[in-house]
């Protein structure tokens, strides 16, 4: 069987990376570093990143563009999801999520429990999937952006990963949609 059509090949996920802070310029944005550096080493292509405002439109304007980019298979944002008035991230991916992959957060939380404790409840961590894209909300730190890539990320977006991963359901994410 041919390497490209070999189940068990590598197959690298096109992702692009958004931070989402009032602060935070390409030249310090830590936890977008830690993302790409990431997504790099495992492979993966780095096929846009960018910053955008605390604006829940401007996110939610971004996931959307992005997930309609054919060349953008999932969006990893850092930022904006603890419970203050300017943390609205995962409300704008309310906002354009066709479903929601609830045990996302959770399994974040509970990891991150095992490192910062109780004071993971401030996250609200979240996924969903919009126009066939996969979107992913972390918290706004390194520590955050490592953990969600390391122990969640890194293997469900690896196809070679068993028993299944969000890779291999890549070309199925759009199947309730019509070809009218």
Known sequence: MAADKDPAAFRPVRIA???VS???TLDDDKSGDTLATR?????HELVARDIVRDDRAAIADRFRSWAH???IEVVI????TGVTGRDITPEALSDVSEKRIDGFGELFRWISYQKIGTSTV???ADAGVAHGTYIFVLPGSPGA???GWDDILKDQLDIRHKPCNFAELLPRLREHETDA
């Open 22 to 24: 009032d602060t935070r």
């Open 39 to 43: 997504v790099a080493e495992a492979g």
């Open 69 to 71: 980019d054919a060349n």
């Open 122 to 124: 401030q996250s609200r």
């Open 17 to 19: 990376v958004l931070t």
């Open 77 to 80: 944002s850092t930022g904006g």
């Open 145 to 147: 952006c490592r953990d």
